[in-house]
């Protein structure tokens, strides 16, 4: 599902990755602050291109394609919520720019709303939900994309650990389910090492 070998410079550190994840897989991505694994990330979803070397998402070259076209969904730490719009327009941002939704999209936005157990909170704005009700809405906000490669970049990390089991716990679910390919970058990985199926370890800008 993701092939890579590729190069990328950051002026303080030059990176290399290599990667063959087959469909299905759950991967962890542990490493030290700095070591690239955002980067890696970002490489995967078209945020960072790579200087050589090529990308392959779902059997298909991506290595020049915009975020937007490749098959991945991405949610980063910070949720990145509109405070002013409502759950419910939040998660509809998932399916189009615009604020007006047909009614075949608004059925999706309460599909999904019910299977992340937000539901009730459909009307009110974000800035009025808790820190893990908002990680809710930005996670069913990506996965409304329905793209098969989900990453992940620590998202839940400023959750406490009850929280962030729940959370955890959900994307299991929904990996299952959907039968997302996921990487996770993750800062306890002995909290949840049941999620995943590997792990990989960047070091310095390395897969090692
Ligand atoms: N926009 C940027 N411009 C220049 N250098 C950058 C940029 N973003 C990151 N770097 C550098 O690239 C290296 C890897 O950063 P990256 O964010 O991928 O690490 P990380 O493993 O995700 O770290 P953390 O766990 O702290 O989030 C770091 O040395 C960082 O200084």
Sequence with gaps: MIQMNVEFD?????????????????????GESGSGKSTLLNLIAGFELANQGEVYLAGQNHTHTQ???RPVSMLFQDNNL?????????IGLGLTPSLRLSQSQNNKVEEIAYQMGIADFLSRRADKLSGGQKQRVALARTLLRDKPIF??????????????????????????????????????????????????????????
Excluded at 10 to 30: D, Q, S, T
Excluded at 169 to 192: A, R, S
Aim: net charge negative; hydrophobic share 45%; aromatic share 8%.
């Design 82 to 90: 509109f405070p002013h719009l409502t759950v419910s327009q939040n």
């Design 151 to 208: 990453l992940l970049d620590e998202p839940f990390s400023a959750l406490d650990p009850i929280r962030r089991e729940e959370l955890q716990e959900l994307v299991y679910t929904l990996c299952i389910q959907k039968n997302l390919t996921l990487l996770m970058v993750t800062h306890q990985f002995d909290e949840v090492k049941q999620l995943f199926t590997s792990v990989i370890q960047v070091e310095n800008g390395n897969i090692v």
């Design 10 to 30: 950051y002026p303080e550190l030059p990176m290399k990755f290599k990667l063959n994840i087959a469909k299905g897989e759950r991967v962890a991505v542990i």
């Design 67 to 69: 975020p937007a076209d």
